[in-house]
């Protein structure tokens, strides 16, 4: 009965797919949809800054914020983390020039080492895009085409050699948001990842990776050895196996745990239980 109830919807909708009631019940259970699967940016919103709150009892000592935009997560940071240096990277020298006295005028200026410069997967200067109406957008591929687009020669490094350069040992936390080039400073790592000198990580994926053919299951791939994988909410991070079904394409952040570091996940893990 049930199975025929549905199939009888299921041809009513398509069949009146352009009726206004049709298209207002589609735009209403999209944004149900995208809410339920925590699609967005908001870092006030999305849970990013649960996690850093959540992690403050971890007493985290270094911190990489690759992607530092206008300096909300360094903030956060170290905000929660009192012993924490952050290292900000922002390959944009636009906004770097925005960020530098954001960060460096702050209460917490002595605990941040900033860098106009990028991770990547190898040393060296390349072409990216920069678009001043919307510098959240700087990428090493020109993928906006509406946006007014200023190409520009960006500084990058790896990540193993900044370390090195640093004398770094350890990083408890490793934060990326870098317009669908995350794959590439994970490369970049080299060893740090799977000699389990990184606890946590943090990454964005979403519909980048249908143009840089990255998929989640590639980043899985990657990290699952060493790390429990899970997505961002705003309730924790709901940690769980790969599976197919997940390749949403929808921007949403995920969080990395050492396997090593059973404290750490249990601090993330979700609640499930309705609130």
């Known amino acids: 009965m049930l199975g025929r109830v549905k199939t009888s919807a299921r041809d009513l909708i398509a069949r009146n797919r352009y009726s206004p009631l049709v298209r207002s019940l589609r735009d209403l259970s999209a944004f149900v949809e995208s809410a339920w699967l925590n699609e967005g940016s908001s870092f ?4 990013e ?7 403050a009892a971890a007493e985290f000592r270094t911190a990489f914020d690759v992607g530092a ?10 905000s929660y983390w009192p012993n924490c240096e952050v290292h900000a990277f922002e390959v944009a020298p636009r906004t770097f020039d925005l960020l530098r006295p954001k960060l460096s005028i702050s209460d917490y200026a002595g605990r941040v080492s900033l860098n106009c410069a990028g991770l990547s997967d190898a040393d060296g200067v390349r072409e990216m895009f920069y678009y ?19 190409p520009f020669q960006a500084n990058l490094m790896r990540g193993d050699s900044y370390c090195r350069q640093r004398s770094i040992e350890k990083i408890d936390f490793l934060k990326i948001d870098v317009e669908g080039a995350e794959h590439l400073v994970l490369k970049g790592m080299g060893g740090y990842l799977s000699e389990g000198r990184v606890s946590c990580v943090q990454f964005e994926y979403g519909a980048f990776s249908i143009q840089t053919r990255v998929l989640l299951a590639d980043y899985y791939s ?3 050895k060493n790390y429990w994988i899970g997505k961002i909410f705003p309730s924790g991070v709901e940690f769980a196996d790969y599976d197919w079904r ?3 394409f929808r921007f949403a952040n995920y969080c990395c745990v050492s396997k090593d570091r059973d404290d750490l996940r249990q601090l993330l893990a979700v609640n499930r239980r309705p609130v």
């Open 246 to 248: 997940m390749e949403d």
């Open 222 to 224: 990657m990290l699952e």
């Open 69 to 78: 935009n206008f300096g909300d997560w360094s903030l956060a940071a170290l």
């Open 132 to 150: 001043p109406e919307h510098p959240d957008l700087t990428s090493n591929v020109h993928r906006h085409g509406s946006h007014t687009v200023v």
């Open 49 to 55: 800054r649960l996690i850093v709150k959540r992690l």
């Open 44 to 47: 006030d919103v999305n849970g």
